[in-house]
């Protein structure tokens, strides 16, 4: 979410111009994080029936950190997702 | 896919004749080795042929013979061999390291030499079906008022597809020759004169005409006190193509620069040489300040479009990394 996979949509006829695996450039092996999950196991008073969330909405954070962690590296805020290497240079040239 | 007939080829000259006798009939054939990239662009609609010459029948073109001035390799190589082959790792390395960047092992172990170069653009709006762009006989070059983010700077115009492959700029480094076979016999001419620039036609990327195919590279040995260097930037560290590579191979004695060739793949639609850096090279002593200048001479009139700005410092950089890493 924050590196990979973005759908590219031509401006001028919104037709989606990288629509396969090539070029959508999901991660492959290379790119994946070594990932260490931890469960929290406390009832949430703020969820369903104490419940918290697994699998995808945890991501979020993650996002906001990368973000955070390129505009604190480089001085660009990038408020479009993913951030590609071209965007990051491309901020830096303009 | 649309249905297609499949023939054996049994020898060079017999592929040759079929392509021939199908162009006079005006029947659309073409020739496929390792079929990475052709069925790809069948599949995408690019091209739609009748009959589908398979070269991988003729036997023995898939040699990598080292001789005493360099070595010849056969047009059905395939780039895991070239990556992996023993005496191309020991004296041209970066020709290893380029084929070992090209796109996925899987794709390396099918993919072959002549295939990897003769390689249609991979520009998004080509392979697309939706668009009929300039390359396939339409009116516009999409990339001029959509999305160009990994297009070409240099030598675009009217089209701005970037040339795919990663074993050219290496190759062209390294003074490398091609073999080409036709109805008319061989003939062999240095790589760099294989490509096409879109200014010259805009249909083709490269010289071939209707009954011709590639059947050998021929890469001279680098002459001794030459260093070499091969990166590839992209965005995924496998199964990507270049954002901007850089291959440079470099001639020294006693510390100054006796000849230098540097290759630029991602930035233009054919492998870029850039001519006037070289020369600006010749005699002079490798530093940050020279290489920095050089970067600067190598990308001299880069003409970016809107989206692809980054690419000309990028470039910049990795010719400065280069010429740096071959003092």
Known sequence: ?94 | MKSFENIDAKSVKDAVGLLQKFHQQKKVAAVVGGGSEYLQLMKDHVVEPEYLINLKSIPGLDYIKEERGGFRIGALAKLADIEDHPAIREKLLILSAAAGDAASPQIRNAGTIAGNLCQRPFCWYFRSSNFTCLRKGGQLCYTVTGDGRFHAILGGGPSYIVHPSDTAPALVALGAQVKITGPAGEKTLPLEKFFVLPSIDYRRENILQPAEIVTEIFVPLPKSGSKGFHYKVRERLAWDHAIVAVDTVVESAAGLVREARLVLGGVAPIPWRAVKAEAFLRGKRLDETTAEQAGEIALEGAKPLKDNVYKVKLAQGLIERGLLASV
């Open chain 1, 1 to 94: 979410m924050a590196f990979t996979e973005e759908l590219i949509t031509d401006k001028l006829t919104a037709v989606p111009v990288n629509p396969n695996y090539r070029d959508a450039k999901v991660p492959t092996h290379l790119e994946a994080p070594k990932v260490e999950v931890v469960f929290i196991e406390h009832a949430d008073p703020y969820g369903p029936f104490g419940g918290k969330v697994v699998g995808e909405p945890p991501i979020t954070p993650a996002v906001a950190t990368v973000a955070n962690a390129i505009f604190n590296a480089t001085g660009k805020r990038i408020k479009e997702l993913p951030i590609t290497p071209d965007k990051i240079l491309q901020a830096r040239q303009v």
